[in-house]
């Protein structure tokens, strides 16, 4: 079965600075990735997703991801951090032969003025 | 439009009461999905309806009752619960059916507090 490691549990960053947030995944075929940020008290938003081809994906808000087979990662980046980017944020990994979307257990990104 | 609506947004309940949590959406998806979300941690699936029969259930306690009365509506009956089973209740739904390769789209979710 698939799984999905994000290294950190809590990232402080200052307003205009740049953001990176690790994932890390396990499953033995291409995966499906996905990063979701979810605001206080609000749903998950997709931010991004990867299933082929060009390994850079461009999402909403600013945000990337780099899919890099060799490392099994899945790192979101965002080179200016605004404040309402302060949330949760969850990688998740999807495979072709299971109906369940594995989330990692998420990071929770702060934004300091 | 990606938009999954979910009402009540919020919902306080006693032991005794019978509620229910509703999920909308217009996108023509034939897969939807019931979650549930404790504070600080990721979601977990309960229930996965695919052309409106129910095809996973997570092993959810009977307390917990899930309905699809049409491909756009998915209901979440719930009777008898504990104050453990206060959380964040999240609807979601995918295109076509329950895959790893399905994008899914969350609703905004409802808050219930069981007394």
């Known amino acids: 079965a698939q799984s999905v490691t994000q290294p950190d549990i809590h990232i402080t960053v200052s307003e205009g600075a740049s953001l990176e947030l690790r994932c890390n995944y396990s499953?033995?075929?291409?995966?499906?990735l996905f990063w979701y940020v979810q605001s206080p008290g609000q749903g998950l938003q997709l931010l991004l997703k990867?299933?082929?081809?060009?390994?850079l994906v461009q999402g909403i808000k600013g945000f990337e991801a780099e899919f890099k087979r060799s490392q099994s990662s899945f790192n979101l980046r965002k080179p200016s951090v605004h404040w309402s980017d302060a949330a949760e944020y969850f990688c998740?990994?999807?495979?072709?032969?299971?109906?369940?979307?594995?989330f990692g257990a998420g990071t929770t990104v702060t934004v300091r003025a | 439009d990606t938009e999954v609506t979910q009402t009540p947004k919020h919902l306080v309940m006693g032991m005794t009461n019978k509620k229910s949590l509703k999920c909308e959406q217009h996108?023509?998806?034939?897969?939807m999905y019931w979650y549930k979300q404790k504070a600080k941690k990721p979601p977990e699936l309960m229930f996965v309806y695919s052309y409106e029969k129910l095809s996973i259930n997570e092993s959810v306690p009977s307390r917990f009752s899930p309905e699809c009365p049409n491909s756009s509506l998915l209901n979440l009956h719930l009777h008898a619960l504990q104050p453990e089973d206060s959380a964040l209740y999240l609807c979601a739904s995918s295109p076509t059916s329950a895959r790893g390769e399905e994008t899914q789209y969350f609703g905004p979710g409802t808050r219930l507090l069981v007394l």
């Open positions: 990867y299933f082929s081809g060009d390994t």
């Open positions: 996108m023509g998806h034939r897969a």
């Open positions: 499953y033995g075929a291409t995966p499906y």
């Open positions: 998740a990994v999807g495979a072709t032969n299971d109906y369940k979307l594995s």
